[in-house]
């Protein structure tokens, strides 16, 4: 069984392309909605939150799990896979890992492997701007622009937090509430980029993908880096890699939430296409 964790309805975003690129995989879904969202919490409950979800998703019999949040990603993943995970290994002899959304998005937004030296020529060439959209937290963080500069220093990236739009996603705000809040970061982001031109944009946080329409309608024609598709990508290849972690061939689905607003359901099933069964834990 492999999991999929979120602080809430965004990590569906990527569930449903990890679903798609492997559909014989067991999957079980958590969504921390209670706690949604993550961006705006200080780093030490982030990360406590975080274990917490892992745990209750290697209750379920997950040995891989996803980390479908760009704020746990970046705030709490490195800790958990170098101190966490080895002690639990320790205590009961059972190998797991996780894995997150940010590696495959980067990857993607430089055409570099993690691990490729800078300065090898890159297999994708992409524009010379990127956009950032993402929680207060990630962008505070500066992960993307450190690492795409790091591999990438011809590229601009230009962040742009977005304090409110998950919560408002979460609650289920109206479509007008939302292009409303997405029209405000998109002002704002264009008074940072000022003459430039853009060329790519990533939406850093995985709720933002259920209202891309939104974000496309306020933006210009550019192409949108989707992490969904990169990180269901990532997973194939590491699955590869590692197959002590493929998950079986019945193509299970299990969807669990610590509790949600019914109101966001018909943003999130429109989304998925079909209805969901939540089971609360």
């Known amino acids: ?6 602080s809430g309805f965004g990590g569906l975003t990527v569930h449903r392309a990890l679903i798609k690129a492997l559909p014989q995989q067991d999957f079980v879904y958590l969504g921390d909605n209670k706690n949604a969202p ?3 919490r200080p780093p030490l409950e982030v990360l406590n939150l975080t274990c917490q979800g892992l745990e209750r998703l290697f209750a379920e019999g997950c040995t891989l799990v996803i980390v479908a949040c760009n704020t746990a990603s970046v705030v709490a993943l490195r800790w958990i896979q170098q101190q966490w995970l080895p002690q639990r290994i320790k205590s009961d002899g059972i190998k797991r890992n996780a894995i997150g959304v ?6 993607a937004a430089t055409g570099m492997a993690w691990h490729e030296e800078p300065g090898v020529q890159p297999s994708l060439a992409l524009g010379h701007t990127i956009a950032v959209f993402a929680t207060q937290r ?7 622009p450190f690492e795409i500069n790091k591999r990438r220093p011809d590229i601009r990236v230009v962040q742009q937090a977005c304090p409110h739009l998950a919560t408002a996603i979460e609650t289920g705000a109206s ?5 409303a809040l997405v029209k405000k970061y998109v002002t704002q982001f264009n008074e940072k980029l000022g003459s430039g031109t853009l060329d790519n944009v990533i939406l850093g946080c995985t709720h ?20 969904p598709e990169a990180t269901a990508k990532a997973l194939a ?4 890699r590692h197959p002590e972690y493929n998950a079986g061939a019945n193509g299970k689905r299990i969807f669990l939430s610590t509790g949600f607003s019914a109101e966001a359901l018909p943003l999130i099933e429109r989304f998925w296409g079909s209805k969901l069964e939540f089971r609360q834990v």
Do not use: K, S
């Open 1 to 6: 069984m492999i999991g999929v964790f979120d």
């Open 38 to 40: 993550y961006g705006t």
């Open 102 to 107: 940010v590696v495959p998005t980067i990857e």
């Open 138 to 144: 990630t962008v505070e963080t500066n992960i993307y």
């Open 175 to 179: 479509r007008d509430e939302i292009r």
């Open 208 to 227: 933002y993908p259920l209202i891309a329409d939104i974000f496309a309608e306020e933006l210009p024609p550019v192409p949108i880096i989707h992490q």
């Open 237 to 240: 290849f590491y699955l590869q």
